[in-house]
């Protein structure tokens, strides 16, 4: 379905060249001179996308702006300016702008925000009759439009041509899987399996029969052979995530399948081949992990042939109304009782200047709140959002008895994931142990 973008600007010249580009790129554009116009289309005719200029006789841009989001809080408005500067970025967004662009604008950025706006307003329009995808079917859409968000994207663009392995970078919560999937996505590849394991989650000493597979009696209690999740990815791509994790034995065996695609079960006597491209994900610092002898030098060199680093979501804020509106989307698919149909300009701005230290993952489980907690058709504040109760663990009592340091450790340990709302990664860095290790105290408490 072809998108209509409404431009609006006093000057016939930038109307034309701003109609001439967004028609090139496939949009079909709806004219007007002045904000009254403007009004007029978006009431009667609708749009997916407005593009106003700031300075106009009579109505400017932003009181533009503020009238037409009474009435459509979820279309999304790009202003270009040329004049202003971060202040007016600034109030534009405070006010629910979707972007701020300032003369001269780069004509493929311009493109490139107002696919994004059509993407994100639609995904937002779809909220009140949510859409139900097939099993299975898995989303890549990786939102943003800011510098590093398009960086990302070009990068992942030529990673996803070769076969060669990838070493995904970023912080907890960045979406690093979503980066993986998008390069397996986007390849040769994409007709074949995408398998991930965290090989934080899973017990060392049962990592190396999950990935390479095992033959019957190969060891205590395998009663049946196993082939591996390396040979289920054979012509695919193998996510393994949390490399870092990994045991410097099971990563021995790891290089020779990236050298000569080589896979021995445990309890073989033979080996066989497999043709599997390995994307790794890793929230630490392999290179401290070499220089510490917890990672083989080897094996991170094999891995680091293509890096790709996924930028915090504190360094690309603009791009946080759209990522927004996309989980909101997302959000009332799982909950489409909820009231909530778009999120204020005064939370948008509010959202902005958060600190985000759990990244985009976060963002998303705060506008999960938000729609299942709001009372509002519109998301105001985070009163409209309270925070799930979280059962506080008690401290132990000095009439039990001495405190062992076992039993500290223990309350500590529940303190820290009631704090982090059960994010276990996040739990494990605060603790400043492995995610295996806080893996591995919980099996043990419940052994």
């Not at 799930?388 to 500590?412: D, E, H, I």
Request: aromatic share 6%; proline share 6%; with cysteine.
């Amino acid at each position: 379905m072809q998108s209509r973008v409404l431009i609006v600007d006093d000057d016939r010249d930038t109307i034309e060249t701003l109609e001439g580009v967004l028609s090139a790129d496939g949009h079909a554009c709806e004219l007007a001179p002045d904000a009254a116009t403007a009004i007029r289309s978006v009431d009667g005719l609708g749009c997916d996308v407005v593009v106003s200029d700031v300075v106009m006789d009579g109505m400017d841009g932003l009181e533009l702006l503020d009238r037409v989001k009474r009435s459509h809080p979820a279309l999304p408005f790009i202003l270009v300016t040329g004049r202003g500067g971060v202040p007016q970025a600034v109030d534009a967004m405070k006010r629910g702008a979707f972007q701020y662009m300032i003369k001269p604008w780069d004509a493929e950025e311009l493109k490139q925000v107002v696919r994004d706006a059509v993407r994100v307003g639609r995904e937002s329009a779809r909220v009140a009759r949510p859409s139900h995808r097939p099993p299975g079917e898995e989303r890549f859409a990786i939102v943003g439009s800011g510098p590093a968000m398009r960086a990302l994207q070009t990068a992942i663009d030529f990673v996803a041509r070769s076969s060669a392995p990838v070493l995904v970078r970023g912080e907890t919560g960045v979406g690093k899987e979503l980066v993986a999937r998008a390069i397996h996505a986007r390849g040769a590849r994409n007709g074949h399996p995408f398998i991930p394991v965290n090989t934080s989650a899973i017990p060392q000493e049962l990592l190396e029969g999950e990935l390479f597979g095992h033959v019957r009696g190969g060891f205590t209690g395998a009663i049946q052979a196993r082939k591996g999740l390396l040979t289920e990815a054979d012509g695919g791509t193998l996510l393994l995530d949390e490399i870092g994790d990994m045991s410097i034995v099971l990563q021995a065996k790891l290089l020779r399948v990236l050298q000569f695609g080589d896979v021995r079960p445990v309890g073989g006597d033979r080996s066989h081949r497999v043709d599997v491209r390995v994307i790794a994900c890793t929230h630490r610092d392999l290179r401290t992990l070499v220089e510490e002898g917890r990672f083989r030098e080897d094996l991170y060199y094999r891995l680091n042939v293509l890096p790709v680093v996924v930028p915090p979501l504190r360094d690309h804020r603009e791009d946080i109304p759209a990522l927004a509106a996309h989980f909101l989307a997302e959000a009332l698919e799982r909950a489409p009782l909820s009231p909530v149909r778009a999120i204020a300009p005064d939370t948008l701005a509010t959202l902005t200047e958060l600190p985000w230290p759990g990244n985009v993952r976060e963002l998303a489980s705060y506008i999960e709140r938000a729609v299942v907690f709001g009372v509002d058709e519109t998301l105001h504040a985070e009163s409209d959002a309270p925070r799930a109760t979280v059962v506080r663990p008690s401290w132990p009592s000095s009439a039990q008895g001495p405190w062992t340091l076992r039993t500290l450790s223990r309350a500590y340990t529940d303190w820290v994931l009631a704090e982090t709302g059960g994010d276990k990664e996040r739990a494990a860095a605060i603790l400043g142990v492995d995610l295996s290790t806080l893996y591995r105290w919980q099996r043990s408490r419940r052994d």
